[in-house]
């Protein structure tokens, strides 16, 4: 069908046409969750001059319908463009979305925009002051170079507080604070919140505090005096088209913020996804106490394909997030809501995958699937000994140690999207390494026989799961959703995700398959496999009846 040609997602967020790049100002407000995205309301490819904020409205953030954009480039503040910004809930309920717009001049400003009738459940129409811009460009900074702000926090002080990316001076990526205290008039902090000297131009910077580690509630924004409470920053760095995040201390005095693990430069730190996601951004949903991670995952085939289809862009199914136990590293979980759309289950229990073995998982249909294996290694001792120099770029250690190349432990995992003859497959997989006295667990996506087209990227992906899988029993998991063109895993219970877009021929007719592989010489046993068929969320097919608070 029309819906499923060309890789069309059945339950990722994407608009009904057109391209969609970063998610805008998400919320929870009055009973429903808004999105907004950026938007080409005129066709499939990024459009200089003509993004807007597309906005769409959820029950359960698994259904959506869409709605008119809520902001346009309309003003001489934001004539060539309403590029990124967040969503703020202002006291007494009432939300404010910042965003920058491209002046008619051609430069970044920061404007505010409020809802023309708060009253409205859907927050239909949203309405741009004349005063707009309310952070014009600084004179340090170039035009090009000063966008994205932040959901604003208020500090104890009383005081609002916005983060905003900037480049300041010479080839800084610096991340500024803005204060204010009508949200009206805003100056800027000395001090920036943070610096990546090493990167060109930061982007889309998302500050939010954690719970206690292991503790997987969310907090808001709340102002708090205690000193437990630690914050994660979120960057998005231009030079390598990657997000990424550092657990740390913000200071609601000096507004800087220090990771407490990790260096000054973005690009040593964490990443968000280890795939191909982008501009994420999460926000505080107070309906179930959570922090929900948005972030889009761009297509990997040409501009050309884009045109064809007449849409590029997906966003990845919502996550939650929090501080892992260690303290040190987020975990993200698929939000609870996706099991709504579960219907035909398959299970294994107990099953050995010997050396060589290919079991196919068979009842659900391969190209909507959520599948949750718990892997056992009966024995790590058979692990490869690993070369400290794989540690610098894990992403290559997959390519070279594909799916198919045998190793001690593993390669073992999941093949997806597979056709009848195995062709075409994407292996998402682990290998166990044995460094000294401790093991090392490497996740790897592997793109390589996703698709016989041609023209299409398909790297390996990889990074390394950060537990002790001794300590764990021998014991690893993952969970991968599957939706046509999406293929997005977690690996160890969340602590290493890989997002990946694959457009294999043979799904345009259906048929796809599910197996679980081993390609080690050791045994692996499947403890748990759980797969379900997911049915076709209602997303953006202007059913607006579907949608209750
Ligand atoms: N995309 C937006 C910018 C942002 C970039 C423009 C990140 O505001 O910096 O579409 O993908």
């Known amino acids: 069908s029309a819906r499923h040609g060309s890789g069309r997602t059945a339950y990722h967020f994407q608009p009904a046409k057109n391209w969609q790049n970063d998610p805008n100002g998400p919320m929870y407000h009055n009973g429903m969750y808004h999105l907004f995205y950026q938007y080409n309301p005129h066709g499939a490819t990024w459009g200089v001059g003509n993004l807007s904020w597309g906005h769409s409205v959820s029950g359960d953030l698994v259904n959506w319908a869409s709605l008119d954009a809520a902001i346009e480039p309309t003003s001489p503040f934001d004539a060539n463009g309403c590029w990124s910004g967040s969503a703020t809930i202002l006291p007494g309920g009432v939300p404010a979305i910042l965003y920058t717009g491209i002046s008619a001049d051609g430069e970044q400003v920061q404007n505010v925009a409020f809802p023309k009738n708060a009253s409205d459940p859907l927050l239909r129409e949203w309405v741009k002051p004349s005063y707009n811009p309310v952070i014009p460009l600084p004179a340090d900074v170039p035009g090009d170079f000063f966008r994205d702000p932040s959901t604003a926090w208020l500090g104890r002080d009383g005081l609002w507080r916005l983060a905003v990316s900037a480049k300041v001076g010479n080839a800084v990526g610096s991340t500024l604070i803005y204060r204010s205290n009508d949200f009206r008039l805003w100056e800027r902090n000395v001090a920036p919140l943070q610096e990546s000297r090493a990167a060109g131009m930061v982007e889309c910077p998302d500050l939010f505090p954690v719970a206690e580690p292991g503790a997987e509630e969310g907090l808001d924004h709340a102002p708090r005096t205690g000193t437990g409470v630690r914050h994660v920053l979120k960057l998005s760095a231009t030079d390598t088209f990657q997000d990424y995040y550092a657990v740390g201390r913000y200071n609601d ?74 303290g040190k590293q987020l975990r993200q979980w698929p939000i609870e809501e996706i099991e709504t759309l579960r219907s035909r289950k398959v299970g294994l229990l107990g099953t050995v995958v010997n050396s060589g073995g290919v079991n196919e998982i068979v ?149 796809s398959h599910l197996y679980v592989f081993n390609n080690g010489t050791g045994a692996v046993k499947v403890a748990k496999l759980e797969a379900y068929e997911l049915a076709t969320a209602t997303v953006n097919v202007g059913d607006d009846g579907l949608i209750q608070p």
């Not at 501009?279 to 990997?300: G, I, M, P, Q």
């Not at 698709?451 to 992906?461: I, L, M, N, Q, W």
């Not at 950060?466 to 764990?472: R, S, T």
């Not at 993952?478 to 043979?506: K, N, Q």
């Open 253 to 326: 005095t000096t507004d800087t913020f220090e990771p407490e693990d990790d260096g000054d430069d973005c690009q040593s730190w964490r990443r968000l996804d280890y795939g191909h996601v982008y501009a994420s951004k999460s926000f505080f949903d107070a309906r179930k106490n959570r922090r929900v991670l948005w972030a889009w995952a761009n297509e990997t085939d040409s501009q050309a394909d884009d045109v064809a289809k007449g849409w590029s862009g997906v966003q990845i199914f919502p996550r939650k997030v929090w501080l892992d136990n260690d």
């Open 363 to 511: 009842g659900v249909a391969g190209t909507q699937a959520d599948v949750e294996v718990v892997f056992e290694i009966p024995a790590l001792e058979g692990a490869e000994s690993f070369e400290p120099n794989w540690l610098l770029d894990p992403q290559r250690l997959c390519g070279e140690k594909g799916a198919s190349v045998p190793g001690g432990i593993g390669p073992f995992g999941l093949l997806v999207m597979a056709s009848d003859d195995l062709q075409e497959h994407t292996a998402v997989f682990f290998r166990v390494f044995r460094h000294h006295d401790k093991y090392r667990v490497l996740m790897c996506t592997d793109l390589s026989r996703s698709t016989t087209r041609a023209g299409v990227y398909k790297p390996p992906y990889g990074a390394f799961v950060d537990m002790d899988i001794e300590a764990h029993g021998g014991i690893v998991s993952l969970r991968t959703l599957v939706d046509h063109s999406v293929v997005e895993s977690f690996g160890g219970g969340g602590r290493t995700c890989i997002t990946a877009r694959v457009y294999p021929e043979h799904a345009e007719n259906g048929n």
